[in-house]
């Protein structure tokens, strides 16, 4: 339990980090707190009360403040290793990036941004939906026979036992 709790920590330290470092960059500040301490402690409160959903969506958040066509590398790694604490939260990352790959017009059509394509796919997931499951096929068939999208059908078929194992676990908990 010690190592789960050690890597919470760590994630929280890095989110902070990655929060204040961007942010008083970008803002100038971060918002009523006075120093990263604050925040961190802030940060762990949530993880543990409301889980790390609720610690993904304050650092969506706060990207969604600042200035869309800059880089973030630190609160989007700080993201993916909240993902990594949220049931289903890298699998919705990775369906989100082969959906980019795969029909990047389609996808802006459909969201507005990255995190809102994972924010979708977590709560289709946890819903146990099979529409994903049938998507992944349709787009497998859509790329049969084709050399140059051999890359992507491999991604395609490693996603699929990956959704149906989501489907049974989210089957288990809704019943």
């Not at 402690?41 to 990207?63: P, Q, R, T, Y």
């Not at 869309?68 to 700080?78: Q, S, V």
């Not at 795969?102 to 997931?125: G, Q, V, W």
């Amino acid at each position: 339990m010690s190592a789960i709790k050690n890597y919470m920590e760590n994630v929280i330290t890095t989110t902070a980090t990655a929060m204040f470092a961007e942010a008083k960059n970008e803002l100038g500040a971060y918002g009523d707190y006075e120093d990263q301490l604050d925040l961190e402690n802030e940060l762990f409160e949530m993880m543990v009360n409301e889980g790390a959903k609720s610690v993904w969506d304050m650092a969506c958040g706060l990207i969604g403040d600042m200035d869309w066509d800059a880089e973030h590398p630190l609160l989007d790694e700080a993201k993916n290793q909240i993902l990594k604490l949220i049931p289903f939260g890298e699998l919705a990352k990775d369906l989100a990036d082969f959906y980019w790959e795969y029909d990047p017009y389609e996808f802006k059509n459909c969201c507005d941004s990255m995190d809102e394509a994972i924010e979708a796919n977590i709560e289709i997931l946890e819903a146990g939906d099979d529409g994903t499951l049938e998507w992944l096929s349709t787009c497998l068939e859509s790329m049969d026979g084709e050399e140059n999208f051999r890359e992507m059908i491999a991604t395609c078929e490693s996603l699929i036992p990956r959704v149906q194992k989501s489907m049974e676990i989210a089957a288990a908990r809704l019943h």
